[in-house]
């Protein structure tokens, strides 16, 4: 059997050794590896390109779907926000996470202008008007006209995506 925490240890480890961060993800069905990642954010100068995005986008074209409701998705350490929401998307079984912040906070560190490892995810619970980041919002009519012309366009239903039965 497979030991699939320590495949996705390995994968950070060696993405390390070649100039990546120390993030990795692996996702399983079936006791089979469907897709793998390391982060390839700095090796690509895409800030997106975290291991997690990267896995989930591989494993939902192999699937084509946009749901891995039947997946396993191994993780190097507890995902960020943007990694936390693509794995709530994606709706798989189960995540499993090798390591906490608090745990790897000692050794790694992200200099974000807005991000801070100890204070990031206490800015989504702030009003978006008082978060870091600089935000201002600007109603439009015409933005909601979009979401108007997309039910339309799907009968009326209200409903973006039916997530399959296990």
């Not at 690509?44 to 998705?73: F, M, Q, W, Y």
Request: aromatic share 12%.
């Amino acid at each position: 059997m497979t030991d699939f925490a320590q495949r996705t240890i390995d994968l950070a480890r060696r993405n390390v050794a070649e100039g990546g961060r120390p993030f990795a993800t692996v996702i399983v069905n079936d006791g089979e590896v469907l897709a793998e990642s390391a982060n390839q954010a700095a090796q690509t100068n895409d800030p997106t390109a975290h291991a997690e995005i990267l896995a989930i986008r591989e494993a939902c074209r192999k699937l084509g779907t946009e749901h891995l409701v039947d997946s396993t998705i191994y993780v190097l350490a507890h995902p960020c926000p943007m990694c936390l929401g693509s794995l709530y998307y994606c709706s798989p079984r189960e995540v499993v996470f090798l390591t906490t912040r608090e745990a790897y906070a000692p050794y790694y560190l992200d200099d974000r202008k807005y991000f801070e490892l100890a204070t990031f995810y206490d800015e989504f619970a702030k009003s978006w008007e008082r978060r870091r980041l600089p935000m201002r919002y600007e109603p439009r009519d015409a933005a909601v006209g979009v979401y108007r012309f997309w039910n339309e366009r799907n009968g009326g239903r209200r409903t973006s995506t039916v997530v399959p039965a296990r």
